[in-house]
């Protein structure tokens, strides 16, 4: 750990650095102009400045490009639609709830902004629902193995060619590890690094993205899987408590399998560069840490308390994230009045707004936490994002439902199914989960991509070529 701390202190260290030498350029300028200085003075701090930003990359630390090869989105069996008449008439019948119960989900499902063709796991559709090992590890083998063998086939890679494995899944952490199934079921190498991420919530998919890149930056010449998914049937929850309810109606099946490589771009012609990685986190916050907590109700049902305040606490912690995020992205001239407002905010005007700053400047696209309709309208309007902006969130949460750490890349599939995706492009996807933890990941896209369409239900659904949607079936 302690070198990516430090790495982390020299990054921060490097943009104070930068804004330092900014404020004194400026206030430089300032002398300069008010005592009336011959242009001499303004030529000699300007190219002061300028060469100081030309030779900064140059003076740090140089690292290793990591590459987005391609990934795969799972679209669940047909069997497992989950329509509201069924997911409720099933739920009336399960000894554990009463009405009150009942009449609280369908209020949940109607105000979800899900459709009626989303999916739950065969365990969750028997009466009472199988809450057995023996179902949590077939549920296993439903999400990871369609998705992996359908990255390895269009990338034309072995098994064996997979130098690091991370699985992320936050409600199931079985012996052997999931990363050890994936491992035992591919016959993968002996020398393989393997990682398994549980109890990180939904950001989880994006914290698997980053614990990569790390390790492709000291492991040169190498292919890294990243899984994501959500065992659900671990999840459920058969009681009374209606902040513990929430998750019924809300998570829906989804995994998704994404390969990294750092090796020269042109050997599988990946489609994008990661171009900036950032995490925070509020665990050390109390009322932020209980904020999402997985803990038995008064007759000893296991569930997650969702709490009320979570929307202001996650809105606190991606603000922290979108701060240090927009000082290392954004144009100067948008850093430069974000600071403005800040400053007349805090000596001025107390009831003056604060400025934020407009990230469309820089990014093209936005894969936001597909949560709930709530969830994607306060960050857009937080963001100050249109509906264009908001619409790849809101269409995945519509058709698939939230799919926890995985919807990320559902998002991003739709936007190349639209063929909205450009070479030069750049896109954020932004992962939030409990903890509380924000992670943010830019990708640009290094290559053309053409995307065509798929059978939809009652909205149009499209993805990429290179993206198919695998399992499906036939009513």
Known sequence: MAPLVSKQIVSTLSQCLGLLVLILVTSLEALFLLQKRPPIFHFISLSCFTIFFILKPYLSKKTHKIYLVDFSCLKPPSHCKVPFSKFLKNSSMIEGFDSESVAFMANILASSGQSQETYLPPALHHIPPKTHHHEYIKEVHMVLFPVMDDLLAKTKLSPQDIDILIVNCSGFNPTPSLTSIVINHYSMKSDIKSFNLSGMGCS?????????????????????????????????????????????????????????????????????EL?????????????????????????????????????????????????????????????????????????????????????????????????????????????????????????????????????????????????????????????????????????????????????????????????????????
């Open 204 to 272: 989880a998919g994006a914290l698997g993205i980053d614990l990569a890149q790390n390790l492709l930056q000291i492991q040169k010449n190498s292919y890294a899987v990243v899984l994501s998914t959500e065992i659900l049937s671990t999840g459920w929850y058969a009681g009374h408590e209606k902040p513990k309810l929430i998750l019924n109606c809300l998570f829906r099946m989804g995994s998704a399998a994404i390969l990294l490589t750092n090796k020269n771009q042109t050997s599988k012609h990946p489609k994008y």
């Open 275 to 475: 171009f900036k990685t950032l995490r925070t986190n509020k665990s050390y916050d109390d009322r932020a840490y209980l904020s999402t907590i997985r803990e038995e109700d008064s007759e000893g049902k296991l569930g997650v308390t969702i709490k009320r305040d979570l929307l202001q606490v996650a809105g606190e912690t991606l603000r922290a994230n979108v701060t240090v995020l927009g000082s290392s992205i954004l144009p100067l001239s948008e850093k430069f009045w974000h600071g403005v407002s800040i400053i007349r905010k805090r000596f001025l005007n107390k009831s003056a707004e604060i400025y934020v700053p407009n990230f469309k400047s820089v990014i093209e696209h936005f894969c936001l936490p597909a949560s709930g309709r709530p969830v994607i309208r306060e960050i857009g309007k937080g963001l100050k994002l249109g509906d264009r902006e908001m619409e790849a969130a809101v269409m995945t949460l519509h058709r698939f439902g939230n799919q926890s750490s995985s919807a990320l890349w559902y998002e991003l599939a739709y936007l190349e199914g639209k063929e909205r995706v450009k070479k030069g492009d750049k896109v954020w996807q932004l992962g939030m989960g409990t903890g509380p933890k924000c992670t943010s990941l830019v990708w640009k896209c290094i290559r053309p991509i053409e995307g065509i369409s798929l059978r939809s239900m009652d909205i149009t659904y499209t993805t990429s070529s290179l993206v198919n949607f695998v399992w499906e079936q036939k009513n």
